[in-house]
């Protein structure tokens, strides 16, 4: 006879497992709703260059701040060793005598990973809580137990697998409901990125900080704006929905750390409270997720006109995200299509034509 836990585990886990394909698939959608470029999002190429060109790079950024950087290093191996353990155990029902001496190997190792994740996780609570770690109080209330919660889960899911490993098998359907719950919090959480962040930086093809893609509509705009006849294509100039990006656009609105540093950074940000590099991204995020416009309902003219292009954000982005480029993008839109144009950019846009320089003289 089963025991309650066992068939209570059973139906939690196969709701939650529905829960989980659901939210990644509508993940999925949302990003796949963008445009399609030339480049394919993946492909090999880019998997050689990312490993011989970006990946020390990335490690080096990662590592900057050496006891967070190896603090994250554990969490994430011990959740990759959760994730094989699962997928070699569940693999051992079909092939139960090939893999079940690698499933023992697996384990072991998934123990200690386990036991150093708990640690490693009880390491961030003590620095956070202690004020060790002074941004972190920059962060609202939600954000700050978002980051206490996604430790929480981590742990409980590496103390049930220490649990299982000492104790009968209906333990295991305990862990594994524990990781489909850490699984389903991170498609509500900035801690998507354990997922999205590395299959961004792998297709991320930028590079250089100002290599933003040209629009053949822009120049045709200006033509048009010059009297020429000219036929003017069916796709809009710059972005007003999530769709106007590339998948590769959106795809790092999913990736993004929400680290702050692009917020740092900027030299807007510092003086002007309502300008975020950060919030921009997570607005794309939001809309891509609801099919929302952008531009000017979510982002506002002040918004977008407020960035100087001056790249900061991108330079900074440890994972290579450029907000900068999505910024431009929705001002083209208001710029050439809306036609929602401050006083002083239009005043500067005269001056220029009439004399070669912005700057307005008395005369």
């Keep these: 006879?089963?025991?309650?836990?066992?068939?209570?585990?059973?139906?939690?886990?196969?709701?939650?497992?529905?829960?989980?394909?659901?939210?990644?698939?509508?993940?999925?959608?949302?990003?796949?709703?963008?445009?399609?470029?030339?480049?394919?999002?993946?492909?090999?190429?880019?998997?050689?260059?990312?490993?011989?060109?970006?990946?020390?790079?990335?490690?080096?950024?990662?590592?900057?701040?050496?006891?967070?950087?190896?603090?994250?290093?554990?969490?994430?191996?011990?959740?990759?060793?959760?994730?094989?353990?699962?997928?070699?155990?569940?693999?051992?029902?079909?092939?139960?005598?090939?893999?079940?001496?690698?499933?023992?190997?697996?384990?072991?190792?998934?123990?200690?990973?386990?036991?150093?994740?708990?640690?490693?996780?009880?390491?961030?609570?003590?620095?956070?809580?202690?004020?060790?770690?002074?941004?972190?109080?920059?962060?609202?209330?939600?954000?700050?137990?978002?980051?206490?919660?996604?430790?929480?889960?981590e742990m409980a899911s590496a103390i049930t697998y220490i649990i299982a490993y000492f104790s009968p098998s209906e333990w295991h359907l305990v862990h594994y409901c524990m990781m489909m719950i850490f699984a389903m919090y991170i498609t509500f959480s900035k801690h998507l990125h354990i997922i999205t962040a590395l299959p961004f930086m792998v297709s991320n093809t930028r590079s250089e900080v100002f290599d933003i893609a040209p629009i053949k509509a822009v120049s045709q705009g200006l033509d048009l704006?010059?009297?020429?006849?000219?036929?003017?294509?069916?796709?809009?100039?710059?972005?007003?929905?999530?769709?106007?990006?590339?998948?590769?656009?959106?795809?790092?609105?999913?990736?993004?750390?929400?680290?702050?540093?692009?917020?740092?950074?900027?030299?807007?940000?510092?003086?002007?409270?309502?300008?975020?590099p950060l919030q921009i991204m997570a607005q794309l995020r939001k809309s891509a997720l609801n099919g929302t416009a952008l531009y000017p309902e979510n982002i506002t003219q002040e918004q977008i006109y407020s960035c100087i292009g001056c790249g900061g954000c991108a330079v900074s982005c440890p994972i290579g995200i450029n907000p900068m480029d999505i910024i431009l993008q929705i001002r083209r839109y208001a710029t050439l299509e809306d036609g929602n144009i401050p006083p002083e950019y239009t005043s500067a846009a005269q001056c220029t034509i009439r004399t070669g320089q912005p700057f307005l003289t008395k005369n």
């Design 225 to 276: 704006l010059e009297g020429k006849d000219v036929e003017m294509p069916a796709t809009r100039m710059g972005a007003l929905e999530p769709k106007d990006f590339s998948r590769r656009q959106i795809l790092s609105a999913f990736a993004c750390t929400q680290c702050g540093r692009c917020d740092d950074i900027c030299p807007v940000a510092t003086v002007n409270a309502d300008f975020s």
């Design 1 to 153: 006879m089963k025991s309650p836990i066992m068939w209570t585990s059973v139906i939690l886990f196969i709701l939650l497992t529905a829960g989980v394909i659901w939210r990644f698939a509508r993940i999925f959608r949302a990003i796949s709703a963008g445009k399609k470029t030339s480049e394919p999002l993946f492909s090999t190429a880019l998997l050689g260059t990312f490993l011989k060109k970006k990946s020390m790079r990335s490690c080096e950024a990662f590592f900057q701040k050496i006891i967070a950087g190896t603090l994250h290093t554990v969490l994430v191996l011990a959740l990759l060793m959760m994730l094989i353990e699962t997928a070699v155990f569940t693999a051992g029902f079909i092939f139960p005598i090939t893999l079940s001496a690698f499933y023992t190997i697996i384990a072991d190792i998934t123990l200690y990973t386990s036991i150093a994740a708990v640690l490693a996780a009880l390491g961030f609570m003590i620095r956070r809580a202690s004020g060790m770690v002074k941004r972190f109080y920059t962060l609202n209330t939600r954000q700050r137990n978002d980051a206490y919660f996604i430790l929480f889960l």
